[in-house]
């Protein structure tokens, strides 16, 4: 969105919009009308702008649990693998776990 000044007549407000891939200006007006229509879309981009920020702190949060969780997947994984190999199973082919054969008889 922008103000334009023609031939010093007086200040004209434009905005940009994307159409079929395209930009395009759209006249939206001058005077007081077109001041409130600006302040309106300016407090619509700080909503968005808020908005954005809000979203990407929640990322940020979830990122983190997301880390947590995938250290204790490890941690547990590797304490299950350590326990069934003391009790005497072995995993088949990177798939269940078996118990070893007594093979003395």
Known sequence: MAW???NGTGRYLYRCRRVAGRVT???VGRGHLAELI????????????AERAAWDAERVRLEALDATVADLDR???A?????LTLA???????GEWRKTR???A
């Open 4 to 6: 334009e000044t023609r």
């Open 25 to 27: 200006r759209e006249y």
């Open 38 to 49: 600006a302040a309106g879309d300016a407090s619509l981009r700080a909503l968005r702008l």
């Open 75 to 77: 941690l547990v994984t």
């Open 79 to 83: 304490t299950l693998r350590a326990y």
């Open 88 to 94: 005497g199973y072995r995993q088949h082919d990177r």
């Open 102 to 104: 007594d093979h003395a």
